[in-house]
């Protein structure tokens, strides 16, 4: 019987979820799935400039198995780009340190611990806002 896999640790839910080149239905095109935890790969080594060790650590996993989560997120980002794909961020075994909440009429968006509860827009007070890691199917841990 194979060993569990470890979850993953994201530091906070992307903003977007989905990309797609101009001009062009997004109905149109074939989907390449970027998983959460191959998002935070990238966005901890190209947008951060950590290194692997550094960033495996941050993710609380291997640096062999960030070094695979990396090369793969590499492979379809540049798949993504050069044939014109739509590319959805979504799945992956992975567990959000923090959370951000979006709110849907003044466009404030703010990080929180997962544990907080937030019922209103800490800048406008509206109660029209979005929990954004609820969106990827994980609400309070």
Do not use: W
């Amino acid at each position: 019987m194979p060993r569990p896999k470890k979850q993953r640790k994201v530091y906070k839910p992307p903003f977007y979820n989905g990309f797609k080149p101009t001009g062009v239905s997004g109905r149109d095109l074939q989907k390449v799935i970027l998983t959460l935890d191959e998002y935070e790969a990238l966005r901890l080594a190209d947008y951060f400039g950590m290194s692997q060790e550094e960033a495996a650590e941050e993710m609380e996993i291997s640096r062999p198995t960030f070094t695979r989560l990396i090369e793969s997120a590499r492979k379809k980002t540049s798949d993504f780009i050069i044939n014109g794909k739509f590319l959805s961020l979504e799945g992956g075994n992975i567990h959000f340190k923090n959370n951000v909440i979006r709110c849907e009429d003044c466009g404030h968006m703010f990080t929180t611990k997962l544990i907080t509860d937030i019922r209103k827009c800490l800048n406008c007070d509206s109660v029209n806002i979005s929990n954004l890691a609820g969106g990827f199917g994980h609400g309070k841990c």
